[in-house]
């Protein structure tokens, strides 16, 4: 592999998204408002390389098969261990942890059809809806992240956080509906 392509700015973004998972999980081990803020910090950073790797990747034609691989194993991991931090320390808990469920179960379902499909060589476009799921989903996450600490700040911020969630969850049904049924015809074997 091309030294200049492990190395180009899209790629890079990409990684430090990745070492953006273990330091957010890390601020969940440290006691205090300081922390909350800190992993907030870092989850709207990495959020934001989300969109900027990709963008700069197609804007100076440095896209390669190793950011198309680690993209959304990077967007996963942040959503995923996020999510997990946050029921394991009681953010979210109850009857939203079927919200976080449903969110993890359909990011393993579409990476499995994904997967399965590049190997038929069908690609299965990004629609418009999945981004804006997407994006309710980081702003329901980022509100939970900072909950308590953002409470002080903002009453509501965790209500907010949790009506998000289910909102991207139910966006999230719905667009992973939307890529199963266009995977289905390949899945069905005659």
């Known amino acids: 592999m091309k030294r200049n392509v492990v190395f180009s700015l899209p790629n890079i973004l990409t990684y430090g998204r990745i070492v953006a998972v273990p330091a957010v999980a890390g601020c969940f081990y440290f006691e205090g408002d300081t922390p909350r803020w800190v992993a907030l910090a870092i989850f709207i950073v990495a959020a ?5 790797d990709g963008y700069l990747a197609r804007a100076w034609q440095q896209q390669s098969a190793l950011g198309r691989m680690l993209d959304p194993i990077a967007d996963k991991l942040l959503v995923s261990v996020s999510l997990l931090m946050l029921a394991a320390i009681g953010t979210i808990g109850g009857w939203s942890l079927v919200a976080a469920i449903i969110i993890l179960c359909r990011e393993i379902l579409v990476s499995g059809l994904r997967e399965f499909l590049a190997e038929l060589r069908v690609s299965v476009p990004v629609t418009q809806l999945a981004k804006w799921k997407t994006t309710v989903q980081l702003v329901a996450i980022a509100l939970l992240l900072v909950g308590p600490a953002g409470e002080a700040v903002l009453p509501g911020t965790v ?32």
């Not at 907010?160 to 390949?186: E, K, Q, S």
């Open 159 to 190: 209500m907010a956080g949790l009506i998000a969630l289910w909102l991207a969850a139910v966006l999230t049904l719905y667009t992973g509906y939307d890529y199963f049924r266009a995977g289905i015809g390949h899945l069905i074997e005659d």
């Open 48 to 52: 934001i390389t989300d969109f900027f």
